[in-house]
């Protein structure tokens, strides 16, 4: 979970659909709304994630398993920026 201008997003993993996905709430036990989807699935199992702001720019940490050609137990971790729209949604990231 990370909050960001007054708003609590609370970020997860579908688990076997592989979406990293958020919902939206005004206190940090809720309640959330559904907001979409972060970050389509990536080569491995699950998207282990983590959302951080580093002076003033968003950043998601998360991992997959594309060095190792899919070897699901050997994962390579991966950031990227992300960025939100003026109403304060996550704008869909690409994995790369």
Same mark, same amino acid.
């Given at each position: 979970?990370?909050?960001?201008?007054?708003?609590?997003?609370?970020?997860?993993?579908?688990?076997?659909? @592989?979406?990293? %996905?958020?919902?939206? !709430?005004?206190?940090? /036990?809720?309640?959330?709304?559904?907001?979409?989807?972060?970050?389509?699935?990536?080569?491995?199992?699950?998207?282990? @994630?983590?959302? %951080?702001?580093?002076? !003033?720019?968003?950043? /998601?940490?998360?991992?997959?398993?594309?060095?190792?050609?899919?070897?699901?137990?050997?994962?390579?971790?991966?950031?990227?920026?992300?960025?939100?729209?003026?109403?304060?949604?996550? /704008?869909?990231?690409?994995?790369?």
């Amino acid at each position: 979970m990370h909050k960001r201008a007054g708003k609590y997003y609370f970020s997860y993993s579908t688990g076997d659909s @592989h979406y990293l %996905v958020y919902a939206v !709430g005004d206190a940090p /036990l809720g309640p959330f709304t559904y907001a979409g989807r972060i970050l389509e699935p990536v080569l491995g199992w699950t998207t282990h @994630h983590s959302i %951080v702001e580093f002076e !003033g720019r968003w950043w /998601l940490f998360h991992h997959d398993c594309e060095i190792s050609k899919g070897v699901s137990h050997l994962r390579n971790v991966k950031v990227t920026e992300i960025f939100y729209d003026d109403e304060g949604r996550i /704008l869909p990231v690409k994995s790369e």
